[in-house]
């Protein structure tokens, strides 16, 4: 198994849409009647969920027909989000399939599937033209990826000139050993968790 699809396997659910469904339904919800915000506590599970994501979102300055790139999209919460809250045409790319999947259907259900498109891949590689993107984000993305240079370089690339880009990641503020598995990865082989320097750095990098 490559590393790849060893960082997609620790994410990997097996029947994700059904269990949204049946959580749907005991809320008296259904995939004819439900909205981003209803969907919100179960696509949105990064630390300080929807509201995390408006005070993050926010400071990118995203408007109306803008192109965004969520990088490591999940679910495509933050990417509907967006969508629906900035009017913006967002593309998310995530390495998980199931992820990627499930949430193309939930963007079919909340009615988003014009303005928001999800694709598996990797963010090392990124299946887009150069300058494509006027806005970048990624939530809670980094700890799975070691080599945050390459990384950077390839957001460089698919950025237009004078674009944004946020980063909301979990970071190292002190020494000492995790304890695994955490929430990200279930052994140190995935986990590569480093602090705001290590993010400078490899943002300035050449």
Not at 99 to 114: A, F, H, K, N, R
Not at 173 to 195: K, M
Request: aromatic share 8%.
């Amino acid at each position: 198994m490559t590393l790849n699809e060893q960082i997609a396997a620790h994410y990997r659910h097996g029947d994700l849409l059904q269990a949204i469904e049946d959580g749907l339904s005991n809320l008296g919800l259904g995939p004819n009647r439900v909205t981003v915000d209803d969907l919100g506590p179960v696509d949105e599970f990064h630390i300080g969920g929807r509201i995390a994501s408006t005070h993050f979102l926010d400071q990118l300055d995203i408007n109306a027909g803008m192109t965004v790139l969520d990088i490591g999209c999940g679910l495509g919460g933050g990417a509907r989000f967006a969508a629906a809250t900035y009017e913006a045409q967002v593309t998310g790319i995530d390495l998980t399939p199931e992820y990627v999947e499930t949430g193309q259907v939930l963007c079919d259900w909340v009615g988003l599937s014009d303005r928001v498109s999800l694709r598996q891949g990797s963010a090392l590689s990124m299946p887009f033209p150069d300058r494509e993107f006027q806005r970048a984000y990624m939530m809670h993305v980094g700890m799975n990826i070691d080599a945050k240079e390459a990384l950077f370089a390839e957001v460089h690339r698919v950025l237009d000139s004078g674009a944004r880009f946020g980063i909301y990641d979990i970071m190292r503020t002190g020494e000492g050993d995790l304890a695994y598995p955490v929430p990200w990865a279930g052994s140190r082989d995935t986990s590569w968790l480093t602090g705001p320097e290590g993010y400078r750095k490899a943002l300035e990098a050449d």
